[in-house]
T-cell receptor
Framework: DGGITQSPKYLFRKEGQNVTLSCEQN?????MYWYRQDPGQGLRLIYY???????QKGDIAEGYSVSREKKESFPLTVTSAQKNPTAFYLC???????????FGPGTRLTVL | EDQVTQSPEALRLQEGESSSLNCSYT??????LFWYRQDPGKGPEFLFT???AGEEKEKERLKATLTKKESFLHITAPKPEDSATYLC?????????????FGKGTLLTVNP
């Protein structure tokens, strides 16, 4: 089955640590996205990548970094510079013919 | 700036009681309007894409419609398994990032 996988499902981090969230897709989509979801707020765009080896900042990129070395993979690193990292993180990829974004199951990050 | 407002924030229905969810939007040239369903602790599941005013799409008990200022998600004879948060998002035309702007969602509860 084609789809998007994210790992881990739950992640706990101590203050001052960097952590990396994994996102893999086998849908053969060029574009991939990272969103953050907080209670009572809409999804907010962190970073996106339209093609391998290229990525752009979204609306709330401060304290985050990404890489796009392979079409299938778009990992997100939450750095110690992110002031309030506890949230639900969602990865998506876009089907070019319909512009529809399909989401992974999410990673819940908690800072202890 | 693109904006999406969903109403009501929460809706409680009895099984079989039909109703509608509203998504009002302002966007600089609509490229597409998207509806998603999200269950607790999971990633959004794609439901519909609407591209132009007057367009309608149906799937089981759900029907989405679009005007130049808003979209409605009509739920006919809902069942308890329709309980979820329903998200609306818009994509502006122009540019190349295909960014989605999300509303905060409507939490639907269907009681048996």
């Amino acid at each position: 089955d084609g789809g998007i996988t994210q790992s881990p499902k739950y992640l706990f981090r101590k203050e001052g640590q960097n952590v990396t969230l994994s996102c893999e897709q086998n849908l053969n989509h060029d574009a991939m996205y990272w969103y953050r979801q907080d209670p009572g707020q809409g999804l907010r765009l962190i970073y996106y990548s339209q093609i391998v080896n290229d990525f752009q900042k979204g609306d709330i990129a401060e304290g985050y970094s990404v890489s796009r070395e392979k079409k299938e993979s778009f990992p997100l690193t939450v750095t110690s510079a992110q002031k309030n990292p506890t949230a639900f993180y969602l990865c998506a990829s876009r089907k070019e013919s319909t512009d529809t974004q399909y989401f992974g199951p999410g990673t819940r990050l908690t800072v202890l | 700036e693109d904006q999406v407002t969903q109403s009501p924030e929460a809706l409680r229905l009895q099984e079989g009681e039909s109703s509608s969810l509203n998504c009002s939007y302002t966007v600089s040239g609509l490229r597409g309007l998207f509806w998603y369903r999200q269950d607790p602790g999971k990633g959004p599941e794609f439901l519909f894409t609407l591209y132009s005013a007057g367009e309608e799409k149906e799937k089981e008990r759900l029907k989405a419609t679009l005007t130049k200022k808003e979209s409605f998600l009509h739920i006919t004879a809902p069942k308890p398994e329709d309980s979820a948060t329903y998200l609306c998002a818009v994509q502006a035309g122009g540019g190349s990032n295909y960014k989605l702007t999300f509303g905060k969602g409507t939490l639907l509860t269907v009681n048996p």
